[in-house]
């Protein structure tokens, strides 16, 4: 691995000793199948007051090699070798008293997922409370005040009563500002960021991270960032580590590995992060045009071949009534508040938002999960409330969802085959052997080998698995997909192959896409009209292109900004931005 | 929170008739005549057994009987059993020891099965964890009678560490070994619950999160790990005294003790349908009342729940 070189304003005495340096690590996970290794001889440098960051997909031994550092492996992980010297003690031969002092005091962790890393049945308060004594920072009523104190310093307003609160009471991004002030409680010399914003939205992500930059800054805390979005990492981080199936395969300056990536892999994920390259996939998009022209009906003279609206989306309304409250004075919640759209046949249409801002309802309402309050779904021109069994039926085999967790969305008792053939067996098309050749279409269709059929969800990645939640939404030859956060989850190669997929499928089968997503960076690549929502309402709604260059909303504007990467102009070779 | 446990009182009455009504209903419709029973092989005097039916509502039509006892109910007179006595005494003699019983009971299951349950899923996959699982397993594939019959005669006549049988010395001695047989299947299911829980919150993020902060293991344990796990197990133990109360009828009868279900068991067999309705009505009683407990007790654990 190579010194950092100084990058601007990051410059550092070359002289100075490392605060953090693993050589070698090796870290294994004792299987039914034998001794897997997950880290292949990591060497990875962290100087004192520096922001190293750690980028790969999900299982390149990222995570756990930053888990490694504290002795927080998971099941039957060990270190198997290397060392990770820590201010010139190796933490891997420390006794599990010892590394108890290291844990919190010398480095802190500020964990992934917010939702699932603060105890549920404890307040905030009382979790912030603990780290400060069990590190013999504070304790009795001066730790209460200084509780506060870091809570206010983590960026939480009010702090002193929101202390007293639980987890539950608090949002997504204010319980990662209460881990942050975990993480610092104690003031160590090392924080350890595992992906601490990717369950957040994009403009909290922003925020959160300009705040804990600037208190590490303060602080001269060095931080060891791990994140899977490249744009985040070298807008964060002035030294990059991209991890890839366990082994370092590039390390450098932010600047230079973004700008001249030398491993192929780090090639294909610069060229394939959508918080860099932001274009409609555009090849596909050509041949849909003319695929649709000809699927279009010869009955009728040319206007028939333009693009009407499969789907159309009239002044739509849905209210909840909130649970608890006394009879007759229950609140009502306004999910959907007045939102009219139309698709246009063989276009995607993009629904953007934060979490909450309705989006999934309207989904919903759109697959007819769900009756709207008021307003009306026509589809292909019929109102949808309109629909008896037998055409609600049908209506069912025409408009197939695509969910967000392909972890979730697949049966794991049924084999991919039953999965992909139950809408066949449902809808009663064809018979046995006409239905296993459809399946095999299928699975030709999303490139899956017809082998897989014989397997079963868990034995798939979760991008194999969302190729197959592809294939059975298209068993029975739908005209309008609703894809729920259907890249969500997915990591940013994988992303691509997938969106690349869909975009082929539009214009080979003259689909319609209504695409639910919180990333915009994905809307430029898949859509053709773009819907703002925010609180229940479209505040925005235009052509894709026409959003990103010249948006007229100032929340528009804010989700723009709030792009991981949004800011670097890498491929121009300005020097700002890096470390903004 | 005064509103919601309001509400749930308020939900008793519903439930009260309905049960009252559906119990006295299948009383009523047990085949055989209890005043022809009355008078064994010989029959009785047409003459007497019209008295006693007179006496005791018999001849009137099913509706009108359950009203004169849901007016009894409300006059604190809850009629008499055929020997003429009150059914009230026959309750206040069986409620009490079997009440007793079952809060020992519940009391063995919940100690010993909570700490044998921690300690197994703190040592997930160890000989401790796998012998603690061996063993309740048998305890639950083991009917209770071989069980108590076996205690019996180990504990009590071999060994005579505690006395065999309760009869009519109702002590605190005397009851500890019923209770353990009485609690000895809940026990088992306690343990299993408690050790599951453990393990599962082990692994739970914010157990990671609590151990980065600086932690020592023991207090990981206790603080992060254990009042998690207890949600289940007190929803388990909350429904478990109920059906502690109405169902140690068995243990009852090996260990001599004149309690609710023995009570119950010779009320059904003679037909006596306002004790059997009275008894059975005490004890959904109790099970409503055990079930608000662990709903209240629910919310003290996890603060998520809040009743409004």
């Known amino acids: 691995m190579s010194q950092p070189t100084s990058t601007g304003a990051a410059a550092r005495p070359s002289d100075q000793q490392p605060l953090l340096a693993i050589r070698d690590l090796e870290v294994s996970f004792t299987t039914a199948a034998g001794v897997v290794p997950a880290v292949r001889g990591v060497d990875l440098t962290v100087y004192p007051g520096q922001t190293v960051a750690i980028v790969g997909e999900s299982g390149s031994g990222k995570s756990t090699t930053a888990h490694a550092i504290i002795d927080l492996l998971p099941g039957t992980g060990k270190v198997t070798g290397g060392s990770i010297m820590f201010e010139g003690r190796d933490l891997a031969a420390l006794s599990r008293r010892e590394m108890v002092a290291v844990r919190g005091k010398e480095i802190g962790l500020v964990p992934q997922d917010p939702m699932s890393n603060l105890n549920p049945v404890w307040s905030v308060g009382f979790q912030v409370k603990e780290a400060l004594k069990a590190n013999g920072v504070a304790r009795g009523a001066a730790a209460d005040k200084r509780v506060a104190e870091l809570l206010t310093e983590a960026g939480l307003p009010d702090a002193a009563r929101r202390a007293k609160q639980y987890p539950h009471e608090y949002s997504g991004g204010m319980r990662q500002r209460a881990l942050i002030a975990i993480g610092l409680a104690a003031r160590p010399k090392l924080l350890i960021a595992d992906e601490p914003t990717s369950a957040l939205d994009v403009t909290v992500q922003r925020t959160i991270l300009d705040h804990l930059q600037g208190l590490t800054e303060e602080l001269g805390t060095a931080v060891l960032f791990i994140t899977h979005d490249l744009g985040l990492a070298a807008e964060r981080a002035e030294h990059l580590v991209v991890m890839y199936r366990g082994k370092v395969v590039e390390s450098g300056p932010a600047r230079d590995i973004l700008s001249a990536p030398r491993h192929p892999y780090t090639q294909r994920l610069v060229a394939s992060a959508p918080s860099l390259a932001s274009q409609r996939i555009q090849s596909a998009k050509e041949r849909g045009v003319t695929t649709t022209e000809l699927l279009a009906p010869t009955g009728g003279d040319g206007v028939n071949a333009t693009r009407d609206d499969v789907v159309a989306v009239e002044n739509l309304t849905r209210t909840f009534k909130l649970r608890g409250g006394r009879p007759g004075k229950q609140k009502e919640f306004t999910a959907v508040d007045d939102v009219s759209f139309a698709i246009k046949r063989g276009t995607t249409m993009a629904l953007v938002g934060e979490s909450g801002s309705g989006k999934s309802t309207v989904a919903n309402i759109v697959l007819n999960l769900l009756d709207p309050t008021s307003g009306r779904i026509l589809f292909d021109g019929t109102d949808l409330s309109t629909l008896n069994r037998a055409q609600l039926f049908d209506f069912r085999r025409r408009v197939q969802p695509i969910f967000q967790n392909p972890y979730g969305s697949l049966d794991p008792m049924y084999s991919i085959y039953r999965t992909i053939e139950e809408p066949l067996r449902t809808h009663k098309i064809g018979d046995q052997k006409s239905r296993e050749a459809r399946v095999r279409e299928l699975l030709d269709l999303v490139a899956l080998p017809a082998s897989t059929m014989r397997r079963y969800p868990n034995e798939l990645s979760g991008g194999q698995r969302q190729r197959i939640a592809i294939a059975r939404a298209l068993a029975l030859g739908p005209e309008v997909i609703v894809c729920d956060e259907a890249v969500s989850a997915l990591d940013v190669l994988v992303q691509a192959q997938i969106l690349t997929l869909l975009n082929d499928l539009q214009a080979e089968l003259g689909l319609s896409y209504l695409f639910i997503t919180h990333d915009l960076a994905v809307v430029r690549q898949i859509a053709d009209e773009v819907c703002v929502m925010k609180s229940g309402k479209i505040v925005e709604a235009a052509v894709t292109d026409e959003v990103f260059d010249n948006p007229r909303e100032q929340y528009t504007r804010d989700l723009l900004a709030a792009i991981p990467g949004a800011a670097l102009n890498i491929f121009g070779g300005s020097d700002q931005g890096i470390r903004a | ?308």
């Open chain 2, 1 to 308: 929170m005064a509103w919601y446990v309001g509400r749930r009182l308020l939900q008793m009455i519903p439930v009260f008739l309905g049960a009252t009504l559906l119990i006295y209903a299948m009383v009523f419709l047990l085949p055989g005549d209890p005043v022809a029973a009355l008078g064994g092989e010989r029959g009785l005097n047409p003459a007497v057994a019209a008295q006693i039916r007179a006496e005791y509502n018999l001849d009137k039509p099913f509706l009108v009987q359950y009203l004169l006892y849901l007016q009894g109910i409300f006059t604190f007179d809850l009629g008499t059993t055929f020997s003429g006595r009150p059914v009230t005494d026959v309750m206040a003699d069986a409620f009490p020891v079997t009440f007793q019983l079952a809060v020992m009971a519940l009391a063995f299951e919940a100690v010993f099965g909570i700490a044998a349950g921690v300690i197994a899923g703190l040592r997930k996959g160890k000989a401790f964890d796998a012998t603690v699982l061996v063993l309740s397993l048998l305890v639950v594939a083991v009917p209770t009678f071989v069980i108590g019959f076996v205690m019996q005669f180990v504990v009590g006549v071999k060994l005579r560490w505690l006395p065999t049988a309760v009869g009519s010395d109702v002590s605190f001695t005397s009851l500890i070994m019923p209770a353990i047989v009485l609690g000895a299947v809940s026990f088992a299911y306690v343990l299993r619950l408690t050790r599951n829980s453990v393990a599962e919150n082990l692994t739970a993020d914010h157990v990671r999160t609590a151990t980065a902060k600086g932690l020592s293991r023991p207090r990981v344990v206790s603080v992060h790990v254990l009042r998690n796990s207890l949600i289940p197990v007190v929803t388990f133990l909350g429904a478990d005294l109920g059906a502690l109360m109405g169902g140690a009828i068995i243990t009852e009868g090996i260990f001599n003790i004149n309690g609710v279900g023995g009570t119950l068991f010779r009320a059904i067999q003679q037909g006596q349908s306002t004790t059997v309705v009275s008894v059975t009505t005490v004890l959904v009683i109790v099970y409503i009342v055990a079930n608000l407990l662990v709903d209240l007790l629910y919310a003290a654990l996890d603060p998520r729940i809040r009743y409004a």
